[in-house]
């Protein structure tokens, strides 16, 4: 009989896939919430009545999810100084399990403080740090619903339909259309809508093995979600459909609890958590500010406190600045792994030269220049896009000129009607190019990245451009007029709208079609930055020298390659002389 139910046992649900097990701890008539009333209450606060939870659930409880404890547990909002890492991992059965990021995530979803967000995460990595490394990375791209960098070829993004979604759904539990549209239009949220038909389900048990946890990343024959994901972004061709929906549904029946809420909503790439990236930078510096000098509680030392404070507002200013000129969270783990290994290697034998080339050492975790190693170890490179500056929007040129300081200069460079692009040559040889939002447009941008890669020295021509660089530009179609002195004619971006045609001299130009068909319309690259050249990081050096070095190293070539038009103003003569200063805008 269904009503039977072991206590514990892998579950057999009418639709013939494996559940969680459910039993009624709260006793007919008797008062006192029931387990998932008390869920409720604490992770739903707009819910905070006993009787709404019940009714949201169909007076169901929700499973215990995997690894979740009957017993007393520190959670992960407990203060960074209380918390103890060791002490939560120990029931763990191998890899992380993703409980660990359901329960952060339902932190997070219930509060709007940030300490408390990267307090809760802060833990949750800390965990990872010295339980599970492997898992650290998987989790970091959990955090920010996203599965690889914006930039890599590799993986593809998620890309699950709500109509796929919801028949894995009906398939792991069992339920009726018409009954998960109902339950999905009640909570407005897939997700909520998938724990609450999981929970109304009725099971059967055989045994006594408990059930495999879902995993943060999989791997030995168990299932995590991270892999999961992975594969079903590779998923393409005949019978892809089918295959994505089965890897689903093994991940839903997997899910325990409020599991499978997040489960469903990265999937559906809306979390909607407020895990921004900041938040989830400066987590990560401080889990490993803080493991760099101890896992154990630390809030009876004050003294230590203030030191660990200043290390992780150390560690935190170094990760943004790195993370922002290194996108990729895996390079910036290694970094921090190679700073921790060597720190440890550093404790025990002071002779270790290569343990002293990245250990900070504990008498100075809280110096700015332990943490600047970061950018040595995960440096600005070609082939990984650096993230955009963008503009500041600003009412008019007085408020634009008091933001300058007395005696600086500014420039003013004129705002081209195109795509904003970063070109990467690599000393190979090869060139890539990136949007402002680091994803790759090399492809898009066929006719760009053939003038660099063919730009090479021979006996009768010489380079026009530097082996490696990275370069920061406009991508403008333009017009090029009959008469070679005639300026450019500047086309609108609309020319530059997608397509697959081919260029009308039939060499194939990837891109363009409203450019293509016209012999005398091209795409232009007008250059305003260089931030890395040779092997030379450029970032940190004022811009008036970065541009020196670019128009000194880079060769112009009429509608192909360009500097942007700009004239510098002194901030003190732009105030005294504010026609001056406005012509140039002008």
């Not at 909002?77 to 339902?106: D, K, M, Q």
């Not at 407005?188 to 093995?209: C, I, M, N, P, Y």
Request: overall charge neutral; charged content about 25%; proline content about 4%.
């Amino acid at each position: 009989s269904s009503d039977h139910t072991a206590d514990t046992g892998s579950a057999v649900s009418r639709s013939g896939w494996g559940l969680e097990r459910r039993e009624d701890r709260t006793a007919e008539g008797s008062t006192e919430p029931t387990r998932n009333a008390r869920w409720m209450m604490a992770h739903r606060p707009d819910l905070a009545k006993p009787d709404q939870a019940e009714r949201l659930t169909d007076g169901k409880e929700l499973p215990l999810a995997a690894g979740e404890q009957k017993g007393q547990q520190q959670p992960l909002s407990t203060s960074i100084w209380e918390f103890n890492p060791s002490e939560y991992v120990s029931h763990w059965r191998g890899r992380a399990p993703y409980s660990l990021l359901a329960e952060a995530f339902s932190t997070l979803e219930g509060t709007t403080a940030r300490t408390v967000s990267v307090a809760t995460l802060t833990n949750a990595f800390r965990c990872l740090i010295i339980a599970d490394r492997a898992s650290l990375v998987p989790a970091l791209y959990l955090c920010i619903d996203k599965i690889a960098p914006s930039y890599s070829a590799d993986v593809a993004p998620i890309a699950v339909g709500h109509s796929i979604l919801s028949k894995a759904i009906m398939e792991a539990t069992g339920v009726q259309k018409s009954a998960l549209r109902e339950k999905s239009i009640a909570f407005g949220d897939l997700g909520d809508a998938a724990v609450a038909v999981k929970a109304s389900q009725r099971t059967l048990s055989f045994g006594r093995a408990a059930s495999k946890p879902l995993l943060i990343d999989g791997g030995d024959g168990q299932l995590g979600l991270f892999t999961s994901l992975q594969n079903i972004s590779r998923e393409h061709g005949s019978g892809a459909q089918e295959r994505k929906r089965a890897i689903i549904a093994q991940l839903l029946v997997a899910a325990k609890g409020v599991e499978t809420k997040y489960v469903v909503r990265t999937l559906e790439g809306q979390l909607r958590v407020g895990s921004a990236k900041k938040t989830i930078l400066k987590a990560l510096a401080s889990a490993f500010a803080l493991t760099l000098t101890t896992a154990q509680p630390l809030a009876s030392n004050i003294q230590e406190r203030k030191r660990l404070e200043a290390a992780m507002a150390a560690a935190n200013t170094a990760t943004q600045d790195c993370f922002a000129q290194h996108p990729n969270l895996a390079d910036l783990c290694n970094a921090f792994w190679q700073i921790k290994e060597a720190n440890g290697s550093n404790g025990a034998n002071g002779s270790n030269v290569a343990a002293s080339a990245t250990a900070c050492g504990p008498d100075v975790l809280d110096d700015v220049r332990c943490w600047g190693r970061l950018k040595l170890l995960c440096p600005l490179s070609a082939g990984v896009p650096v993230e955009s500056m963008l503009g500041q929007i600003t009412r008019n040129f007085d408020a634009m000129s008091a933001r300058a300081v007395a005696g600086e200069r500014f420039s003013c460079e004129w705002k081209y009607d195109g795509q904003r692009g970063q070109i990467h040559r690599m000393a190979s040889g090869e060139v890539r190019i990136f949007s402002r939002h680091s994803q790759d447009t090399t492809q898009k941008m066929e006719e760009i990245a053939a003038l660099f890669r063919d730009d090479t020295c021979s006996e009768d021509r010489l380079s026009r451009f530097p082996k490696s660089f990275v370069l920061d530009c406009e991508i403008v179609a333009v017009q090029i007029p009959e008469d070679e002195h005639a300026p450019l004619r500047l086309l609108p971006m609309q020319m530059m709208s997608t397509g697959g045609a081919a260029s009308s001299n039939g060499a194939g130009r990837s891109l363009l079609p409203n450019i293509a068909s016209q012999s005398n319309q091209r795409l232009c690259v007008f250059a305003f930055d260089l931030l890395v050249c040779e092997g030379d990081v450029l970032v940190d050096k004022p811009l008036i020298e970065r541009r020196a070095r670019l128009r000194r190293d880079f060769g112009p070539e009429r509608g192909r390659f360009a500097f942007v038009d700009c004239e510098d103003i002194d901030a003190q003569s732009a105030v005294s002389d504010p026609e001056r200063a406005t012509g140039a805008l002008q």
